[in-house]
Nanobody, 112 residues
Framework: EVRLVESGGDLVQPGGSLTLSCKAF????????MKWYRQRPQKAREWVAS????????TYSDAVKGRFYIYREDFKNTVYLRMNDVTPEDTAVYIC?????WGQGTQVSVFE
């Protein structure tokens, strides 16, 4: 059974930082492209960032480019999303994706 389990969501103040994690079970992690999406309140799900298998080419949406950093640790079957300089517009459920599989998401809330 394939499972993706996100963690790390929290309340954070504007300008703060947070690191999300997504651990994969039941699949060949090192050969997979990993993606983060987010679902903001009353908005469609949107792609945030991707990281390919080695050599780990990274791409970002314009909304987060320069503030977020995606990285992976294949020996831990885990992908991370480092979020810096967050704003209230980053408030969302952040969801991990690998191919056809999706996690349940982790909530990030940004407010004073």
């Amino acid at each position: 059974e394939v499972r993706l389990v996100e963690s790390g969501g929290d309340l954070v103040q504007p300008g703060g930082s947070l690191t999300l994690s997504c651990k994969a079970f039941g699949l060949a992690f090192s050969g997979s492209e990993m993606k983060w999406y987010r679902q903001r309140p009353q908005k469609a799900r949107e792609w945030v960032a991707s990281i390919s298998k080695r050599p780990s080419i990274r791409t970002y949406s314009d909304a987060v480019k320069g503030r977020f950093y995606i990285y992976r640790e294949d020996f831990k079957n885990t992908v991370y999303l480092r979020m810096n300089d967050v704003t209230p517009e980053d408030t969302a459920v952040y969801i991990c994706n690998i191919g056809e599989w999706w996690g349940q998401g982790t909530q990030v809330s940004v407010f004073e």
